[in-house]
């Protein structure tokens, strides 16, 4: 898992964007978009997309091959199971089957190769740095996320309507929303008008 959380900012296809950290790689992955209702969601529209989001920070993978249409399908698939995965995790149901089968297998081919440079201060990653590579680092931290020690910080967004999951890597443990600036200040104004029409 990463040292420091970067997030990534999510845009709203209503309007409006706001920046999210999921707390781990794997878990902003699986917000670039989904299936479904979710759909609309999408930002994984072309393979090079994908490169695109590969090649931001914290993880970046900039691809020295471009990224297929047959891993934009592999990326999709993986970025569904992760998704599924955390839900199930952060409600205590059992995870599914199927996307346990998609994580392990995505996880089995050789994920990214770190590599240090000369004079030891910049690690990168060692070409090639191809699209299979980088889902399989993924999924390799899904699989640590979930059999590890912060697998019960996994929560989904504490506001009614918001299906956003994140990993709590705060030591307090006590974070409750995606997004301060999205769902804690719409839960902040909601109660504080609550007050006022108890109180007038
Ligand atoms: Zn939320």
Redo the contacts with the bound molecule.
């Keep these: 898992m990463r040292a420091s959380a970067i997030g990534r900012v999510l845009h709203d296809p209503r309007g409006g964007s706001f920046r999210f950290d999921a707390g781990a790689v794997c878990l902003d992955f699986a917000h670039t978009g989904g299936e479904g209702r979710y759909a609309v969601f999408e930002t994984l529209h072309e393979p090079a997309d994908l490169g695109e989001w590969l090649a931001q920070p914290p993880l970046a993978a900039v691809m020295t091959t471009p990224v297929t249409a047959r891993e934009l399908t592999a990326a999709k698939a993986l970025r569904q199971a992760i998704w599924e995965a955390a839900h199930a995790q952060a409600a205590r149901r059992s995870l599914p089957a199927e996307a346990v089968a998609t994580i392990n297998r995505t996880a089995a081919v050789a994920p990214l190769v770190p590599e240090l440079a000369a004079d030891g201060t910049a690690a990168g990653w060692a070409s090639p740095v191809r699209a299979t590579q980088a889902l399989s680092t993924l999924a390799r931290e899904m699989i640590e996320l979930l059999s590890g020690p912060f697998a019960a910080r996994i929560r989904e967004?504490a506001?009614d309507d918001?299906p956003?999951v994140f990993v709590d890597t705060s030591r307090p443990g006590a974070r409750r929303?995606?997004?301060m600036e999205?769902?804690g200040n719409r839960h902040k104004l909601r109660a504080l008008r609550a007050r006022q029409a108890a109180d007038p």
Aim: net charge positive.
């Design positions: 967004c506001s918001c956003l929303w995606c997004a999205r769902c």
